[in-house]
């Protein structure tokens, strides 16, 4: 799991690239074809440079490409972004919805549907990505959101936590601090 620093690392080492400077990006694919179509697709952009190796940890953005999201494909996945701090973009015919959330958890910011995958699609993408920002339709991101809306009603409210990471009471103590409460009386009141 990518850390808070490593993260910020990340952050500042793309957002400190020199204008014209190439994204540079790793690509992974479920069969040689896939990833031999993705990788000519990328050498004709002049701002990403495609680096030989599957995974290093140098890079700026990881391209993952499969027909659908399998347990395989999940462990390739998961291992890649265990070891490097960058963004992926996912190109896939198939992404259901029970793996979403798995996806993101690897660091996937963008989600391409093979079938309408040019090269300049998936160029704007790896920009994205490595500039900090996600891409994902609009299905997807509603489904995200609906996932996110669900995780917090379900599996943090009842242990009494949110999304952030704070308890009720904290959330209490800080609502109360900025509605200009003391802490001697928010001691009192809770």
Not at 22 to 45: H, N
Request: glycine share 8%; with cysteine.
């Amino acid at each position: 799991m990518m850390t808070k620093v490593e993260s910020a690392m990340h952050t500042m080492n793309s957002a400190a690239r020199e204008p014209g400077e190439r994204v540079r990006v790793a690509v992974w694919a479920s069969d040689p074809i896939t990833l031999t179509g993705l990788t000519e697709m990328l050498l004709g952009t002049a701002d990403v440079f495609v680096v030989g190796d599957a995974f290093p940890a140098d890079v700026d953005v990881l391209v993952f490409a499969a027909d659908g999201v399998t347990p395989e494909v999940l462990a390739g996945m998961s291992k890649a972004a265990a070891e490097s701090a960058a963004p992926a973009v996912l190109v896939a015919r198939q992404l259901e919805r029970a793996v979403l959330l798995r996806v993101v958890e690897c660091r996937v910011v963008a989600v391409l549907h093979r079938g309408v995958a040019t090269g300049e699609r998936l160029a704007d993408a790896i920009r994205v990505a490595a500039e900090g920002g996600g891409v994902l339709p609009a299905n997807l991101l509603g489904e995200l959101l609906r996932q996110v809306e669900n995780l917090n009603r379900e599996v943090l409210e009842p242990r009494g936590l949110n999304s952030a990471g704070y308890t009720s009471r904290e959330i209490g103590v800080l609502r109360l601090l900025a509605e200009g409460w003391d802490t001697e009386e928010i001691g009192k009141k809770l």
